[in-house]
């Protein structure tokens, strides 16, 4: 099994403390998630992987095109998204050589979408319990791990978010994530 990235959460509405926090956690994480305002990879260091976190609803391959062309290597489109604008973006990324990945926050039947979006390309989900979901106390169960196992056996590489400390990390280990996302408890 492989060691999934770390992704951190750039959690911020302005600048100066989204950056300070960009710099000091640069050296420990692989990916760096933030909006477009934010993509400003010179002052993080060229090797580290660039996420706009746009969640897309609608014009997936402008706004993807918006991401990429602002310096971002991945965007994100809602899973409430038409299959159009999830084939868009998908577009868009493929002919910029970067990628695209479903954001899966409110989407009741994971699986079956997965299907459709397997069939039209999609390789990488974000499976996200939401901060309103923390707000009501919802905790990760096994039932969330038996959905990431069935969506990795599809073939998608899948990131996990959502309230995830180191504590959280043994609940996830044996899964094969690509990505883990920790916002501010990184710090």
């Known amino acids: 099994m492989t060691v999934p990235m770390l992704q951190v959460a750039m959690d911020y509405i302005t600048l100066p403390p989204a950056l300070a926090m960009a710099v000091k956690v640069a050296p420990e994480v692989d990916i760096i998630e933030i909006g477009t305002p934010l993509c400003k990879r010179d002052l993080v ?7 706009a ?38 577009d868009a990324a493929k002919l910029a050589k970067k990628e695209m ?20 390309g999609v390789e990488r989900m974000g499976y996200h319990r939401g901060w309103d979901e923390q707000t009501f106390a919802r905790q990760w169960v096994e039932e969330d791990r038996t959905v990431i ?11 996990v978010t959502g309230g995830i ?4 990390l043994p609940f996830f280990q044996p899964l094969n994530v690509s990505v883990v996302i920790c916002g501010r408890g990184i710090r």
């Open 101 to 120: 990945l479903m954001e899966l926050t409110g989407v009741r039947d994971i699986l079956a979408r997965a299907k459709e979006w397997r069939q039209i």
């Open 165 to 168: 400390n180191k504590s959280m």
């Open 45 to 51: 260091g060229p090797d580290k992987l660039i996420l």
């Open 149 to 159: 196992r069935q969506l990795i056996d599809m073939g998608f590489k899948i990131t």
């Open 53 to 90: 976190d746009f969640k897309s609803p609608d014009v997936g391959g402008l706004e993807a095109k918006m991401a990429f062309d602002a310096g971002a290597d991945m965007m994100t489109v809602i899973g409430g998204a038409a299959l159009a604008t999830v084939e868009q973006a998908l």
